[in-house]
């Protein structure tokens, strides 16, 4: 392994250094969103409790204690639960925004990596296809194809380096973009449900 990494080049080891960057961006953010998700029909079942029993300080504070951009809607309507019905959309609303960019940080990276990994390959490519030519340049007309493998090597296993990269990559990205959406989804039913639940109750004036 490590003499066809060498022999690829040295784009090889940029697309390595890529690699191990995508790889550390997708297990933390798996991590981060998989902690930030937690079950809402649960969590909004136990507050509802609380909040039935009049302990507003209470819910605050399990919201407060609970991981996650649900806990944080939730928590910013309960907050609010004597202003009016606008108002509180508007407090859930803007927790529900200071949250996205949270749960959307450093996802980009590996999009930026599956993108630009087969380009880094390619060129690659070109690099040994151009180290052929100056070999041949140099030897002609007595160019044997030994002379050429080093090059042909370098331009195959840079092409190859870079689509391993970025089909891992590529994929990566869309399993976290599809966490963040479900995110998104569960912190939106969560807020719809804990303003329809306080403004029944009569937390807050209409």
């Not at 944080?72 to 925004?97: C, S, T, W």
């Not at 590996?110 to 630009?116: S, W």
Request: net charge negative; aromatic share 4%; with cysteine.
């Amino acid at each position: 392994m490590q003499e066809m990494i060498n022999a690829g080049g040295p784009m090889v080891w940029v697309i390595l250094a890529a690699g191990v960057l995508a790889a550390t961006v997708f297990v933390e953010r798996l991590f981060h969103l998989h902690r930030a998700q937690i079950k809402s029909d649960d969590f909004l079942k136990g507050i509802y409790n609380i909040l039935n029993r009049g302990n507003i300080v209470e819910a605050v504070s399990i919201c407060e204690d609970t991981p996650g951009p649900v806990a944080d809607v939730v928590r910013a309507a309960i907050l609010n639960h004597d202003a009016a019905v606008p108002e509180m959309e508007k407090a859930v609303q803007e927790a529900g925004l200071l949250e996205i960019p949270r749960l959307e940080r450093n996802i980009s990276t590996l999009a930026t990596v599956a993108q630009l990994a087969p380009l880094l390959g390619l060129l690659g490519t070109v690099l040994g296809l151009m180290q052929n030519l100056l070999v041949i340049q140099q030897k002609a007309p007595l160019v044997q194809p030994g002379d050429l493998a080093g090059g042909l090597w370098q331009a195959l296993i840079s092409t190859a380096a870079g689509l391993t990269l970025a089909i891992p990559a590529h994929a990566a990205y869309n399993l976290l973009v599809s966490r963040v959406e479900s995110i998104l989804l569960d912190m939106e039913r969560a807020s719809v449900e804990i303003i329809a639940y306080l403004s029944k109750k009569g937390a807050g004036p209409r």
